[in-house]
T-cell receptor
Framework: DQQVKQNSPSLSVQEGRISILNCDYT??????FLWYKKYPAEGPTFLIS?????DKNEDGRFTVFLNKSAKHLSLHIVPSQPGDSAVYFC?????????FGTGTRLKVLA | NAGVMQNPRHLVRRRGQEARLRCSPM?????VYWYRQLPEEGLKFMVY????????ESGMPKERFSAEFPKEGPSILRIQQVVRGDSAAYFC?????????????FGDGTRLSIL
């Protein structure tokens, strides 16, 4: 039972353009959502988070949008840079336990 | 580097042996979490510990797996009598507080290979 889904295994974007990564969840009890970036052979690095009481959170080039009615989360990266190429995981949490999606591999083309 | 430290980075064991994975949380963090990642999958929660206490081990197999976080020293994830299916990347994370809006910070993981 996959409570957090990332339906796009991969995404390619031109440098300078916007990258949009999507995530869907099923459990309305989730109240905290996060995005992590992961390079090969490294651990996930925290990027940005959002509480369920908000619908948008912005940090530099990264913006996370939350649509509670649709149970949908998205991460926007603008402008995209080659160094953003990595696997991106969304995670949802009702408390301390994070439920991760399967990841989306982003490739930013120079 | 004051991040979460895991060792060893790579561990090879034969079937039936024991594997011990260690995790030192970030300075000032007293909450530790272990996750497992199988190839092409997301991370799956295994266990949550605070100093000397297991808070939630609902994601950890009942047999062969155990975890501890002693008063002194790192957290240990122990797998006895390893089998091929235990091959995975094991990640440890730590946080300053439990739950709420405190992100967990991850180590670089231990890649366990079972021959």
């Amino acid at each position: 039972d996959q409570q957090v889904k990332q339906n796009s295994p991969s995404l390619s974007v031109q440098e300078g353009r916007i990258s949009i990564l999507n995530c869907d969840y099923t459990n309305s009890m989730f109240d905290y959502f996060l995005w992590y970036k992961k390079y090969p052979a490294e651990g996930p690095t925290f990027l940005i988070s959002i509480s369920s009481i908000k619908d948008k959170n912005e940090d530099g080039r990264f913006t996370v949008f939350l649509n509670k009615s649709a149970k949908h989360l998205s991460l926007h990266i603008v402008p995209s840079q080659p160094g953003d190429s990595a696997v991106y995981f969304c995670a949802a949490s009702p408390s301390y336990k994070y439920i991760f999606g399967t990841g989306t591999r982003l490739k930013v083309l120079a | 580097n004051a991040g979460v430290m895991q060792n060893p980075r790579h561990l090879v064991r034969r079937r039936g042996q024991e594997a011990r994975l260690r995790c030192s949380p970030m300075k000032g963090h007293s909450h530790v979490y272990w996750y497992r990642q199988l190839p092409e999958e997301g991370l799956k929660f295994m266990v949550y510990l605070q100093k000397e206490n297991i808070i939630d081990e609902s994601g950890m197999p009942k047999e062969r797996f155990s975890a501890e976080f002693p008063k002194e020293g790192p957290s240990i994830l122990r797998i006895q009598q390893v089998v091929r299916g235990d091959s995975a990347a094991y990640f440890c994370a730590s946080s300053q507080d439990r739950g709420g809006n405190q992100p967990q910070h991850f180590g670089d993981g231990t890649r366990l290979s079972i021959l």
